[in-house]
């Protein structure tokens, strides 16, 4: 007797990997700008001069220096 072939079912793997895959860019994105928009709140807190200063609470915005 001869064997069944199927040709209704394909897989596609490379669509399969870019479903799992599309988070991992997300939330390696999303870390990248985070790490980035600290460092640039911490600098703007140490101020230019280097002496530093307590940070303010959080979600409150520093204020410029005088």
Known sequence: TPALVSAGT???PSTDKLLVLWPVYAIAATL???FWLGERREKH???ADGKGQSP???GVAPRPAA
């Open 10 to 12: 394909t897989n596609t």
């Open 32 to 34: 990248v700008i985070s």
């Open 45 to 47: 807190i140490l101020g």
């Open 56 to 58: 303010p609470p959080f």
